[in-house]
Nanobody, 121 residues
Framework: QVQLAESGGGLVQPGGSLRLSCAASGPIHSIDDMGWYRQAPGKQRELVAVRTSGGRTNYADFVRGRFTISRDNMKNAVYLEMNNLKPEDTAVYYC???????????????WGQGTQVTVSS
């Protein structure tokens, strides 16, 4: 069974930094895209950043220049370095893995349980 485990959330002051980590475990053959989404209270879940297995990245406009996504394909892990955090970044951050192949099953997507990030003074 494939599971995604996130860590690194917490409380930080505006302008501060946090680093989120997510590791996928289980009998994984390969993963296409790994990324981060977030959901603030009363709002829909939205894309933050995604990184393909080939290294291409895509960022939401509201984090471009402040957040950096990285990935370790050997460890099936993805990271999100968040700098210059703002109160509006407060949300539950979810790790997402797309196109996960567990032989002989068909590819599917997985979500982590979410980690809370709160930006407040």
């Amino acid at each position: 069974q494939v599971q995604l485990a996130e860590s690194g959330g917490g409380l930080v002051q505006p302008g501060g930094s946090l680093r989120l980590s997510c590791a996928a475990s289980g009998p994984i053959h390969s993963i296409d895209d790994m990324g981060w989404y977030r959901q603030a209270p009363g709002k829909q879940r939205e894309l933050v950043a995604v990184r393909t297995s080939g290294g291409r990245t895509n960022y939401a406009d509201f984090v471009r220049g402040r957040f950096t996504i990285s990935r370790d394909n050997m460890k099936n892990a993805v990271y999100l370095e968040m700098n210059n955090l703002k109160p509006e970044d407060t949300a539950v951050y979810y790790c997402n893995a797309q196109g996960v192949i567990v032989i002989p099953l068909r590819p599917r997507d997985y979500w982590g349980q979410g980690t809370q990030v709160t930006v407040s003074s």
